[in-house]
């Protein structure tokens, strides 16, 4: 599915028009990204749960010289489904 699916699905159930249907879902989608970029913590009841955890830094290797490379650290956003989610 993606962000087209979502618009025409909202189409069809409720019959609002197409673009205020994409309003709603970008609006949505930047309100999400907004809150994650400053470090709050989504929760969608029987959805799941949105997490920004930061991530270590480290140490990787060029795999075409094999030289040692250092990870920065950084921020990565994880994905925990609720039970609802779980059970399909």
Same mark, same amino acid.
């Given at each position: 599915?993606?962000?087209?699916?979502? /618009?025409?699905?909202?189409?069809?159930? +409720?019959?609002?028009?197409?673009?205020?249907?994409?309003?709603?879902?970008?609006?949505?989608?930047?309100?999400?990204?907004?809150?994650?970029?400053?470090?709050?913590?989504?929760?969608?009841?029987?959805?799941? /749960?949105?997490?920004?955890?930061?991530?270590?830094?480290?140490?990787?290797?060029?795999?075409? +010289?094999?030289?040692? /490379?250092?990870?920065?650290?950084?921020?990565?956003?994880?994905?925990?489904?609720?039970?609802?989610?779980?059970?399909?």
């Amino acid at each position: 599915m993606i962000k087209v699916d979502l /618009v025409n699905q909202i189409v069809n159930r +409720t019959g609002v028009s197409k673009t205020k249907a994409e309003q709603a879902v970008d609006t949505i989608f930047n309100s999400m990204k907004r809150a994650l970029r400053n470090d709050d913590r989504i929760e969608l009841r029987g959805f799941g /749960v949105f997490s920004v955890k930061p991530r270590k830094t480290g140490i990787g290797r060029n795999p075409r +010289t094999g030289s040692e /490379v250092s990870i920065p650290p950084g921020k990565a956003v994880r994905f925990k489904p609720g039970k609802d989610l779980q059970s399909l």
